[in-house]
């Protein structure tokens, strides 16, 4: 009399039944968690970017692709970028790796030279090839701007943009090719460098914007809590992870680039990223 035997088990164990519930729903929260931290498809970043432009420009940026594939025949970024409509294209830095092969890096640039105005400097995996020159030479004869402390005038939307660029830090040529730059104060002008910790160096000249790489995010990432663990070059908890900051005058842009299975450590919610920079007409100019 009294026996519960009788029950069936659900009703006989209803602590067991919750507390194994509870377990998976965890578990399923941390898988999704996991799977979020992970997610390495490619994003695509918007930012604007105030000056003395009559009518909207927009740049498409490409940072440290590393060789990686996105896609067959890279159609992935390809289309990405092509979706955006840019007026040109900005490849800065470290697009060629130093040991996954070229194809696919070369692939996007003989593509997107074919598309849209673009230019390009180097980054130090371009150094550590041991071919940087050869690189900027096929480069070049791809019809895109190398630019290795030189600059270009493009007319977009009607109106001229200066481009300067420097070769990275690992040239040895970095403070030299600054110093040769002439920046005037009139022009719109913008400076691709592939090292954002040089920052300060790139603000003595009087830049609207300056749009570097390198960082990688950070790598590993909490959105809202931290920007970025680690950085090359900058250490724990980079001050330019990525993202755009103000540098007095001057807008500085740093893109998280687009390395994916060339990094030993993954990345942890910081999935690679095509950057749009839109220079926008100043408040009240329009």
């Known amino acids: 009399m009294g026996s519960d035997s009788g029950k069936p088990p659900a009703a006989r164990h209803p602590r067991r039944i919750r507390r194994l519930a509870v377990l998976l729903g965890f578990l399923a929260a941390l898988a999704a968690l996991l799977l979020l931290a992970l997610d390495s498809r490619l994003r695509v970043r918007f930012y604007t970017v105030e000056a003395e432009v009559a ?3 927009r740049l498409a940026v490409i940072a440290d692709l590393h060789s990686c594939a996105y896609g067959e025949n890279q159609e992935e970024l390809l289309e990405a970028v092509r979706a955006q409509r840019p007026d040109g294209v900005l490849f800065v830095g470290d697009i060629v790796d130093d040991v996954l092969p ?14 849209f105005p673009c230019a390009y400097v180097t980054g130090n995996h371009e150094y550590w090839t041991g071919q940087a020159d050869a690189i900027c030479r096929d480069i070049a004869d791809m019809g895109i701007a190398a630019l290795r402390g030189g600059q270009v005038r493009w007319q977009l939307e009607g109106q001229e943009i200066v481009l300067c660029g420097v070769d ?16 005037r104060e009139k022009d719109v002008t913008v400076l691709l460098a592939h090292r954002p910790e040089e920052i300060a160096a790139y603000t003595e000249l009087p830049f609207d ?8 995010g950070g790598q590993w990432r909490l959105p809202g809590l931290i920007n970025g663990l680690y950085a090359p070059n900058q250490g724990w ?19 998280r680039g687009l390395a994916r299975e060339s990094t030993r450590i993954p990345r942890i919610f910081n ?8 220079l926008a007409p100043e408040s009240g100019t329009e």
Not at 102 to 115: G, K, S
Not at 209 to 216: F, K, N, Q, R, T
Not at 237 to 255: C, E, I, K, N, R
Not at 271 to 278: A, D, G, K, R, S
């Open 209 to 216: 914007l300056v749009i570097s790489g390198h960082a990688h």
């Open 102 to 115: 070229r194809e696919n890096a070369y692939l996007v640039l003989e593509t997107l030279a074919r598309e």
């Open 55 to 57: 009518s909207p420009v």
């Open 237 to 255: 908890f980079p001050a330019y992870a990525g993202g755009l900051y103000q540098m007095g005058d001057t807008a500085f842009v740093v893109s």
């Open 168 to 183: 990275d830090a690992d040239s040895g040529e970095l403070e030299e090719q600054l110093s040769g730059l002439s920046v």
């Open 271 to 278: 999935p690679p990223e095509l950057v749009v920079v839109t």
